[in-house]
């Protein structure tokens, strides 16, 4: 029975270690409670602040390092989101793959609008990609 169990417990141990310890590519389990703490960090910054659209912000942390991605309205859209990152404490950097995109879609169809000659009747619908 003793040894059962010390073969158990020995069991219990080594997955417990290795499900902790991360390898070269994997974060330890303290590593990813830290990406994710910041994670939720600088999601709120950014969803707070009036000038960015947030939600719309996908935000990938590893090892400290964040990742955004999706669309912003402009330059300066962008170029805040980078600040707001970089002011939340425990970023040791930032990808920003913002696009920069319209953000209104009948800001759109008057620039495709003004283009058109008026003596040209265009029949149909102007697809959003």
């Known amino acids: 029975m ?5 073969t158990v417990l020995t069991a219990i141990s080594i997955t417990v270690l290795t499900g902790c310890a991360g390898g ?3 974060r330890s389990t303290g590593q990813l409670l830290d990406d994710t703490a910041l994670h939720a960090k600088v999601k709120a910054a950014l969803v707070n602040d009036p000038e960015i659209s947030g939600t719309k912000v996908d935000v990938d942390v590893e090892r400290g390092v964040v990742r955004l991605s999706g669309p912003a309205a402009n330059q ?3 170029t805040k989101a980078e600040e707001l990152v970089w002011g939340v404490q425990g970023v040791r950097a ?3 793959n913002l696009e920069l995109t319209p953000t209104n879609d009948r800001d759109t169809e008057v620039k495709v609008e003004a283009e058109v000659d008026d003596d040209v009747e265009v029949e149909g619908e ?4």
């Open 24 to 26: 070269a590519d994997k």
């Open 94 to 96: 930032v990808e920003n």
């Open 126 to 129: 102007i697809e959003k990609k």
């Open 2 to 6: 003793k040894r059962a169990l010390g």
């Open 76 to 78: 300066q859209a962008k």
